[in-house]
């Protein structure tokens, strides 16, 4: 019983606490509300700012847009730059190509004409010899008689008194220069007697028998050949040993031999 009423006790405190509490409230409630102008001015403010704000992002967005715009406005810049480079760099290599062929084609142009000018070089020059040659040789053709008849001179001529005697030594001091004259040109002449018989230095006019010189043997010079250098100016006229005819008695042994 004791415990039932103290609950009892209790529930009626709350109860007059909570009535008193709601008598509160509605006390309050009833009272003349304060109006805070400060939260007015917060409220008739609050749209402004918004506005604001969406004027700010408006122009943050653009802002963005722009760099976006310009980053890829200079990222398609710096390809097309690179392209270009790329492009300008074949260009160049096509190029450097090009010429290393045109260098290639004129190192091998070049080399055939030094070669083809170092043989004209080679070609005129052995033709200048040969033609310096061949006037030479016509020329000293036509002087070798005169030669000729100062030796035959020398041979013939025998002076008998002391006029004669300087006549002669005159004219074979003539002889002597020229003769000089003509070794200095690089005329020699030939002493092919003992020598045995050569077509290419000799001319044979005569033969004859003997057995003391072996066959095909030169005897005699009967014309002075010459040699110009290391070829032959003149042939000489040289007479030729043959073999010695058989004499009447053996004539007479060959004979019976060949009819026994």
């Known amino acids: ?45 609050q749209p402004k700012s918004d506005e604001q704000t969406a004027e700010t992002s408006g122009e943050n967005l653009e802002a963005v847009a722009a760099e976006s715009a310009t980053a890829v406005s200079s990222t398609d810049g710096e390809l097309t730059a690179r392209e270009n480079l790329k492009r300008e760099n074949e260009a ?32 005129t020059a052995k033709e200048k010899e040969d033609l310096e040659q061949q006037v030479k040789r016509v020329t000293i053709s036509e002087l070798l008689p005169v030669v000729d008849n100062f030796e035959r001179a020398r041979s013939q001529i025998k002076p008998q008194n002391d006029g004669e005697l300087t006549i002669h030594k005159s004219y074979q001091g003539v002889y002597k220069q020229l003769v000089d004259c003509l070794k200095r040109l690089g005329v020699s002449p030939m002493r092919p007697e003992g020598q045995e018989f050569d077509p290419n230095l000799h001319e044979a006019v005569m033969r004859e ?22 070829r032959v100016l003149r042939h000489a006229m040289v007479k030729v040993a043959s073999a010695p005819e058989p004499t009447s008695e053996e004539a007479g042994e060959d004979s019976d031999q060949t009819s026994g």
């Open 209 to 230: 028998p003997t057995d003391q010189q072996p066959e095909g043997t030169v005897i005699e010079q009967l014309m002075r050949g010459y040699m110009l250098n290391d």
């Open 92 to 123: 160049l290599k096509s190029q450097l190509e090009e010429l290393n062929q045109q260098c290639d084609s004129f190192k091998i142009q070049s080399v055939r004409i030094a070669a083809d000018f170092d043989n004209f070089r080679k070609r």
């Open 1 to 45: 019983m004791i415990d039932e009423e103290k609950q009892l006790d209790n529930t009626a405190q709350q109860t007059d606490e909570s009535g008193a509490v709601s008598q509160e409230n509605r006390g309050e409630a009833f009272a003349a509300p304060e109006v805070d102008l400060s939260v007015e001015s917060d409220f008739e403010s």
